[in-house]
C-alpha cells in the first residue's frame, strides 16, 4: 500500500530543509498556510478549549508550530509517521513547548487502504484479465463500491467535542488518491496493457467518484465530531496538481497540464458540513523541470471554518 511508503517519501519532501527549499521556490504557500492557521487561531473564542490537533501532522513543515504551541494549553500532531513527527517538535529548541505536544501515531482515514486492499484480494484477478477490460475495470468498480469507510473514522485517544481548533494540513487529496492508486497499480501489474483503459468505463469512473465522495465526507465529519461548541477549523487541501516543463512558466495555462484532485462538488460539501469564514486559493510549486522530467506543482484551496448554527 503507498501509505506504507510514507516514512521514505516524508524524509524527502518535509522537513525544516525542505522548508527552506519552499521559502526560496514558494514562498506564498508558506504564508498562505501560515496566515490561514493563524487566522483560526485569532477566531478560537476564549470559550472553546484552548488546545489544537492537527492531522496530517508529519513534520509540519508548513505549519507554524511554534506559535500554534504557544497559543495553545495542548497541541495533539495526528499522523502514520510517527518519526516525521518527532522530527517536527526536535526542531524545538525550548523543551517547555515540546511539554505541550502529544504524539498520536494512526491512520486518519480509518484503514480505508487496508479495506481496499483486503476486497482486492477476493478477484480471481487472472480470469478477469481473461475475459477483458470491462471484466477487469467492473471488478475495479466493485471493490471501491463495497469498500468500507468509517464516517467518522475513529481514531483512539481522541474524544468527541474535545478540541478548540482542529486543522487538516493538506492531506484529504492523499486519502482519496493512495486507495484508488493501489488498486490501478495491482490492474498494471496484473494487466499491463489495460492500464488507461479505466478512463473509458463508465461504471468504474462513476465508482471512483463517489468513494472520493464518501472519504471528503467521513474527514469532513471527522472534523466535526472532534471540535469543540464554538471552536474552529483550519482545512488546508491541495485540490488540482499540475506539470509544467519550463521554469517560469508555471503559472502559464497555456504551458502547463492540470489535473484535479478533489471533485468539483468539493467546495458543496465544505458548505454542506461548516459556515465559511474565509476562503483562500494558491499555487505553489513542488519540484522543478530538470531535464525532460517535468516541474510540478499543486493548487491550494484554504478555509477557516465554523460549525452551522
Known sequence: MRIDNLPYSNKQTQGAQRREWLRHHAPQHLASCSTCILHGLQRRPHSAAQNTL????????????????????????????????????????????????????????????????????????????????????????QCLEQCPIPDPPEIPTLGEGEFGLVLSSLVLSQLLSYPILDLLDHVQQVAPNLLGEQERHRRYQEAAQTFRV??????????????????????LSDIRGFAFSVYGTDHDAAHRRSVPLVPRIFPELVRNNFSVLEETQWEWITDLPEGERLGRGYEVVGYVLECQT
Open 54 to 141: 492537527i492531522l496530517g501532522a508529519g513534520t509540519c513543515t508548513e505549519v507554524p508550530l511554534t506559535e500554534v504551541t504557544r497559543a495553545s494549553d495542548e497541541v495533539v500532531l495526528v499522523d502514520l509517521d510517527r518519526e516525521a513527527m518527532r522530527r517536527a517538535i526536535a526542531e524545538f529548541a525550548t523543551p517547555s513547548l515540546r511539554k505541550r505536544i502529544r504524539l498520536a501515531a494512526y491512520d486518519i482515514s480509518g484503514g480505508v487502504s487496508a479495506n481496499l486492499v483486503q476486497l482486492m484480494k477476493q478477484q480471481d484477478w487472472q480470469y478477469l484479465v481473461a475475459q477483458g477490460a470491462i471484466a477487469v475495470f467492473d471488478a475495479a468498480a
Open 214 to 235: 464518501r472519504i471528503i465526507n467521513a474527514h469532513l465529519h471527522l472534523l466535526h465530531y472532534l471540535l469543540d461548541k464554538g471552536g474552529i477549523v483550519v482545512l
